[in-house]
């Protein structure tokens, strides 16, 4: 097994205009050796994130072992080189002083050879480009701050890496960022989340998975609901930020990959759904799920957006990346009464062919078969396809067909979308951004923030949004007040919740 950069490969040669074979042979002659000041809060999960990132680019990656007391702890060089050999273990991830390439730094005091540096501060992240220093840190890293720092950092290096045009980016000398204000001044805001009591994250795919390694980074705890009807598959190795090359392999379900890696520390009551958000609304009706009040939106389509809104939570949060070179990356935030998430994505006009429909004009495969989504694709089902069809469909043998229709996508290519770990955690940081200013009382009104990670955020980058005056949410309201009624008053104890709140007591 071979690790596929099919997606990352897409997202460079799109945004450098250039062929993927001309980019991965670009790349693999590219070297990026880091340095690290791991006594600095934030920073050690930072660099794990950061070499995570970095690794799932097809370069040669070096690391600086350190000396006296900038050495990188034994315990941590571990954790980033299994971390590394579980994404490709033919590209190790080598220990020693750089011997040419593009030098980056995490914290404030970087070698004269770094090109650029970035450190945590507080939730947020500072960057700068060599030859600029940081001013004071106002606060402690977070979590949250380190995976901002380390997104931003790799997005810094993806840019000089691919070989952009100039017009296609905005290079950042110095940069200053906090996801819970959306300032420029990271650090005035490091207020915790400590505990959530029910939380439900729809969708662990890229943004999903970040957003499970910012609430783990974060030390948060409580109950919360996992839902997503997919296998972990190869192209996921590299632009998901959790996962190894074992666990596509095995094509592990998405819920259990999320469940192990958050349940290491024991600070979750995890319930995973192997199904859609309609999944959950039924086991919550049927008083077999928890109703979560906070919902967080990590789905890729109009119609996921339209189902998570039924669950009708006091808050969704939707995060979302595309674009042309998949580079955008946006926050919408959703209220029950609106602005919902269809005022954001109105529903598609009729005459849009639907993706069942799309999926069988790409491969042949039948409407009926198709219809049939918790099946799991076979052998036979192959059989009487066209060569472009099998080619398409022989990857996803073993899994549900209601998992298909992401094949369509750029299907003219025959490839995926195109897809980086680095925007995704970007999207995610936003999503855990707004949710700590929601819970802390940091913001006022809904908010739609979006930006391209080539360029960063800038001033006017967020609006205050209002419900659309159609919108179901206004001209249903009552009956939207009456099932959050129902479903606040049926809401079932979980198993794990008398353990959890002993916790909590002590």
Known sequence: MTT???????????????????????????????TAQTDIPGVPAALKVLIGNLRRLPIQLSIAPGQAADRLPGRLLDEVLHLAAGIDETRPLRIGSPTGGLHIHLGTQPPTTAAASAVPDGHGVRLRAAGSSFPNLRGAGTGL????AAATLTGEVFKVITGLHADRFRPLSSFDFCPVTLTRNPGDHTQPVTSLLELALIGTGAIGTAIAVILDALAVEGNLTIVDPEHYDDPNLTTYSLGTRADARDKIRKVDLLERELNRNGRWNILPIHGTAQDLINKIDARSAAWPRIVLGAVDSIAARHELQRIQADLTLDGSTGGHAGTTLALHEALPLGPCLRCYYPAQPLDVVSAEEQLHKATGLSLSRIAQGDSLLN???LAGLSAHGRQLLARHLGQPICGLSKIIVSIDEGTYRPSAAFVAQQAAVL???????????????????????????????????????????????EIIMQVRSLRSQAAPVRAGDHKWQRRKQR
């Open 4 to 34: 596929d950069y099919t997606r990352t490969l897409s997202m460079g040669a799109t945004a450098a205009d250039s062929s993927q074979d001309a980019m991965l042979t670009r790349l693999q002659s590219t070297r990026v050796h880091l």
């Open 431 to 477: 999503v855990i951004g707004a949710l700590i200013a929601r819970t802390t009382g940091c913001t006022a009104g809904p908010r739609h923030t979006e930006y391209d990670a080539l360029f960063g955020p800038y001033d006017d980058m967020t609006t205050f949004r209002l419900p659309q005056k159609d919108c179901d949410c206004q001209t249903h309201s």
């Open 145 to 148: 701050g380190a995976v901002a």
């Open 379 to 381: 052998s036979l089902d």
